[in-house]
């Protein structure tokens, strides 16, 4: 019989990289993906604790998966990521249809705790921390994304010890992965007909091995001739270092678009936060970079209400974003997490909470309406990523990750066109390809 596993992912992209994976891996022990969960054999939750009530969250997923089941033999039910590694053996008690749990830091211990469950059907929990000896497990197994745009994980788990943030509990110590193991993975992703690398890390401007850093990387990448663009994400400003912002001036294959989280315009706030970085420090980093591109534009994570924050430390969150006109950019109100330093702060009343989450979103949407609107009759590069469902139009993405909707046909996938853009809503370009003898209109 065939062993068919179906994955369901939760939360950030850093965990989409790591189902990615965990599929390549459990495919060396017969499995193969099914997208209809009816006929899996083994259901993997990979989950996320970023969110509010995550834990809930999970058990109600499973409580599903129950369900879908009830008349069924029961498929093997593993529990991967943040929530696992949080959670562990409580989980294996609080919801007995859960027959292993996973910690992030040991998905090479994967395939043998499978084979142990199915041999024994004793329940596993493994949330060591082993970054080392799953990174050296995971380059042996080939990356066999095969997506226009692909992440690639290049440094996991944080120091930085934010006051709010689950991160440095549920991922564990900044590790970085060797330089020479990465670049052989783009060369393989290239391989495969990746166009577009997005380098992923918790601090992903943290990395360092020996002595290369982030920069470094990106200039080895630029090397391989198929890799047509990079990104990177998420990053710390405290780790923009002047190598890293000097690449923006070197790197053809960069994308102009800076995702920096700064959580709060007030340096009271950051302070509370535990962020280790002030405004005027982050407004360098912002001038330095324009001053070397112009056309570079910033996207941002902004935390709202954190306990401690007044009016006027509010009022100078919204004057940050108004100085520095963010474009996509995510924003939240905070949420206390169990077991961080901010989990039992006095928080701020619900209504004033809303109120300035509204304000804050309603200058990051004007933003991003500004910046779309303007693009109207303009041509920009498109990277084509695939057709979309059920339409014939095509989508790709604009040198600022924003989504674009236009008529192509399936020899543009992978390929950097030309799109004039008609139309636009405050998240999607819409537009026509502009053919090679019309290009002049750039
Ligand atoms: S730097 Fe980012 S990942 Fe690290 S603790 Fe702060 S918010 Fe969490």
Do not use: W
């Amino acid at each position: 019989m065939s062993k068919k596993i179906f994955i369901k992912t939760f939360g950030c992209q850093m965990n989409e990289y790591d189902s990615n994976r965990i599929l390549d891996t459990v495919k060396k022990i017969g499995f193969i993906k099914t997208n209809k969960i009816k006929d899996a054999n083994c259901y993997l939750l990979n989950t996320c604790h970023i969110r509010d009530k995550a834990k809930e969250k999970v058990y109600h997923e499973i409580g599903r998966v129950k369900k879908s089941f009830q008349f069924k033999k029961k498929p093997i039910v593993i529990v991967t990521g943040c929530v696992a590694q949080a959670e562990n053996e409580e989980m294996l008690k609080r919801e007995p249809y859960i027959d292993l749990v996973i910690g992030p830091q040991a998905y090479h211990k994967l395939n043998n705790k499978i084979e142990v469950y199915l041999d024994k059907q004793k329940k596993i929990d493994e949330t060591e921390f082993d970054s080392v000896a799953k990174f050296n497990y995971l380059k042996k197994i080939k990356n066999s994304s095969i997506k226009v745009s692909s992440f690639l994980t290049i440094q996991e788990g944080c120091d930085k010890f934010c006051n709010f943030c689950v991160v440095p509990y549920t991922r564990g110590p900044e590790y970085s992965r060797p330089f020479k193991e990465i670049i052989n993975e783009a060369k393989n992703l290239a391989d495969n007909g990746v166009k577009e690398v997005i380098l992923l890390g918790q601090n992903v401007n943290a990395y360092k091995d020996e002595n290369y850093r982030l920069s470094n990387l990106i200039l080895e990448i630029e090397k391989i001739p198929k890799i047509l663009r990079i990104r990177y994400t998420t990053s710390h400003p405290k780790d923009m270092t002047d190598d890293l912002i000097e690449v923006y001036g070197m790197s053809k294959k960069l994308m102009p678009l800076v995702h920096l989280p700064v959580q709060s315009g007030s340096d009271k706030v950051l302070k509370l936060m535990n962020r280790k970085h002030v405004i005027k420090d982050y407004l360098k980093i912002y001038e330095r970079l324009k001053k070397i591109n112009s056309s570079i534009e910033f996207s941002s994570d902004f935390l709202i209400a954190y306990p401690g924050e007044d009016k006027n430390a509010f009022e100078a969150t919204l004057n940050l974003i108004k100085k520095i006109k963010f474009i996509n950019s995510f924003s939240f109100i905070f949420s206390p997490r169990p077991g961080t330093v901010a989990s039992n702060l006095k928080l701020i009343e619900r209504k004033v909470s809303l109120e300035r989450l509204k304000l804050v979103q309603k200058e990051l949407f004007n933003n991003q309406l500004e910046m779309n609107r303007f693009l109207k009759n303009k041509v920009i590069n498109v990277l084509v990523e695939n057709k979309m469902d059920k339409s014939i139009k095509f989508f790709g993405r604009s040198e600022y990750m924003t989504p674009v909707i236009f008529d192509s046909n399936y020899e543009d996938v992978g390929k950097i066109i030309k799109v004039k853009i008609t139309n636009s809503n405050q998240n999607t370009l819409f537009g026509e390809r502009v053919k090679k003898s019309n290009l002049r209109v750039a």
